[in-house]
């Protein structure tokens, strides 16, 4: 048996799910930077994602702020801002294991992607689920 301390089981718990994490974004990132070749096409590929991802995001804020009052539309404010810090943190962690690599910006950039977009399909849904009362 093999006896771990507190932080060591949380950084091979951090290892694991970056791997896991990295698995997903490479099956992501192929089928949609297929003609990336080095590892800055990379970067740039899944930067140009997030990108894409962080405007329609933007849209979807200003869209949803439409439908609020003025003391939703503050309420609303304060959970995005709360719900970005969580994100980038949260990104940062994940991507850790290559920070200071060049796979670096592709394992962050990935991560903030996949956070963004579930955030912008969260707010559509409450946009649907708002319009339709």
């Given at each position: 048996?093999?006896?771990?301390?507190?932080?060591?089981?949380?950084?091979?718990?951090?290892?694991?799910?970056?791997?896991?994490?990295?698995?997903?974004?490479?099956?992501?990132?192929?089928?949609?930077?297929?003609?990336?070749?080095?590892?800055?096409?990379?970067?740039?590929?899944?930067?140009?994602?997030?990108?894409?991802?962080?405007?329609?995001?933007?849209?979807?804020?200003?869209?949803?702020?439409?439908?609020?009052?003025?003391?939703?539309?503050?309420?609303?404010?304060?959970?995005?801002?709360?719900?970005?810090?969580?994100?980038?943190?949260?990104?940062?962690?994940?991507?850790?294991?290559?920070?200071?690599?060049?796979?670096y910006p592709m394992a962050l950039n990935g991560c903030l992607t996949t956070y963004t977009k579930q955030r912008r399909v969260q707010l559509d849904t409450d946009i649907k689920n708002i319009k339709s009362k």
């Amino acid at each position: 048996m093999i006896i771990m301390s507190p932080i060591k089981k949380v950084g091979c718990l951090a290892l694991l799910s970056t791997g896991l994490f990295f698995s997903a974004q490479a099956s992501a990132t192929t089928t949609t930077c297929d003609k990336a070749r080095t590892q800055a096409d990379l970067n740039n590929c899944v930067a140009a994602q997030l990108a894409v991802e962080d405007k329609k995001l933007n849209q979807s804020y200003r869209d949803f702020q439409r439908l609020l009052n003025s003391s939703e539309k503050k309420e609303l404010k304060a959970v995005q801002l709360s719900w970005i810090d969580f994100r980038d943190k949260a990104c940062q962690f994940s991507a850790s294991p290559v920070r200071g690599g060049s796979a670096y910006p592709m394992a962050l950039n990935g991560c903030l992607t996949t956070y963004t977009k579930q955030r912008r399909v969260q707010l559509d849904t409450d946009i649907k689920n708002i319009k339709s009362k």
